[in-house]
Each structure stands twice: as structure tokens, then as C-alpha cells.
């Protein structure tokens, strides 16, 4: 992680005896500045004023997210008194010192399995863009001792994958795991069938790709719980079950997660990542190997 900047300020807050105004304070009318409704509430301070970017429902969860060790009841607050966007919190007693740092955020690494019939090697196709994320922090004391802390995490500017394709060649006694497919299938149509298998047969495949227009109300959720991507495909569980490793002949190696209502017998339904791509397939008859 890469620090590249602190800004650190001192803020005396008075505080342990509230006054709750919505719009205006009810300690002093018209005396305190208001909250504007889009901004959360404002904390009314001795020395100053602290505005904060949100709106708490209750004393009880300003309480909670400013990290307050003290409960409500001890300080003589209800902790269901409600709070209005566009309202101010007085505080007595209570000093607080913030500050904020910029961290880095690593770029993830993403891999991308494709076959290739020499030996495997590996291929950084994006760099990737590290990101960057602020993180505040605001600690309240009384009479110097800590009596609460909360933190805030802000995304200034979001991280650029980095993108590495493993060319992988195929044996005939490649055996992935349901992990390795469900997370990297290796879709090729240059692939040979596996040598050893535990079932085959000759199915109609349609095609399908993510999204509402193409899969209804089920959006981009497998009947497994699994996002919608190539690799992963429909069957019928009574002809093959969910959870199988399979080759598909012109497709690759992939995984059984998902169902359809129109997907009966030897039917199956493979993912593609476009319109165009499903369109392009069409309904084929294939072959399809059921891993051991």
C-alpha cells in the first residue's frame, strides 16, 4: 500500500448533551446553522461544526456508526429519538480529532484460460490500473479520554483490472477440478475430447447470454446461485445433474449449473458472451462428455 497523502485537523466538539433540530436547532432558535436535507445532519459543536454525509434514523445509530462507546441511556438520551435529514445534533463535552489518508488499491489480477495446442505460457494482455481510496477517520475524547471512533471509506478512483491469459495445451488425461471450471473453463473448438469419461451422449444445443432480454426474470443468476458466464451452461438435471464436469464437443470444457424451462432430455443450453455469438451458433446437435 502506497500513503499519498495526510491531512490531518483538529476539531473541538462539545458534546454528551444533545439538542436535535430538524431544520432548525431546538437549543437556540435560528442560532445554529442547519443541515442541508441533501446532506445528512449537521453536529453543532462549541468551537465549530461537523457536517456529516448521512443521516441516521436514531440517536441509537448515530450513536453506532460514529463508534460511541457510551450508550444513549447513560448520557440521559432516548436511543429511538428520531433523526430528520436536514437536522442538527448539539454536543457538549466532547472534543474530536480527524484526519484522512489516500491508500492505494491493487489492481486484482484476473485470468483468462484459453487453449493453445503448443505449450502452456502465459500472457499479461492488460496491465492493470492501481486504484485509489480515502479513508477518514475521526476519533471523539472526553476529558482526553477515547470515547468513540468511527471510520469512513470513500472510492476516489476505482481499480483497472489486470489481465493475464494462460495459453494452456490439453492432454487426454485432463481432469479439472468443479472449482478450477466454474472460475476458469477452457472453451476452445480446436479442443480433442478427453480420453476417459464416464458418460457420452448426443445432445441439441441452443445458446443464451446474460441479461434480461435473453433470460427473463432470472437476469444473470444460474439455477446454482452462480453468475451467468461462459463455461457455465443449462441442462436437464434428470439427464445430466447440476454440479457435472463436461466437455462439449465445439465448445470446451465447462460446468452444469444452470436449468431451463424449455431445456428437457437432451437438450443443453450454452452461454455466450453476446447476441451476436448466440446468434452465430444457432442450434446445433453435439456431443457431450460427462467428466469422471
Known sequence: MTRTGTIPFLIVIAALTLSLGAGKTAAQDGDEPQAD???GIVLILESGDVRLDYTPENIAELFRLEGMNSSP????????????????VTL?????????????????????????????????????????????????YRNDELVGESKRHEV??????????MHVSVGEHYSPTFEELLHNPLLSREIAPPARYAKKLVVEATAY???????????????????AKPGRIAVDPRVIPLGSRLFVETYGYCVAVDTGGAIKG??????????????QFGRRKLVVYVLL
Open 37 to 39: 436535507s441533501a446532506s
Open 73 to 88: 441511556e447513560s448520557l440521559g438520551f432516548s436511543p429511538e429519538t428520531p433523526l430528520a435529514p436536514g437536522g442538527t
Open 92 to 140: 457538549k463535552g466532547v472534543s474530536a480529532i480527524e484526519a484522512s489518508i489516500e491508500i492505494e488499491i491493487p489492481a486484482p489480477i484476473v485470468f483468462k484460460y484459453e487453449f493453445a495446442p503448443e505449450n502452456t505460457r502465459i500472457e499479461v494482455a492488460r496491465p492493470g490500473i492501481a486504484g485509489l481510496e480515502r479513508v477518514s477517520i475521526r476519533k471523539y
Open 156 to 165: 476516489i478512483k476505482n481499480a483497472d483490472a489486470r489481465l493475464v491469459i
Open 209 to 227: 447470454y446474460p441479461g434480461f432480454d435473453c433470460n427473463g426474470k432470472w437476469g444473470n443468476l444460474t439455477k446454482m446461485g452462480y453468475e
Open 266 to 279: 437432451n437438450r443443453i443450453d450454452l452461454c455466450f458472451e453476446t447476441r451476436e455469438e448466440c446468434i
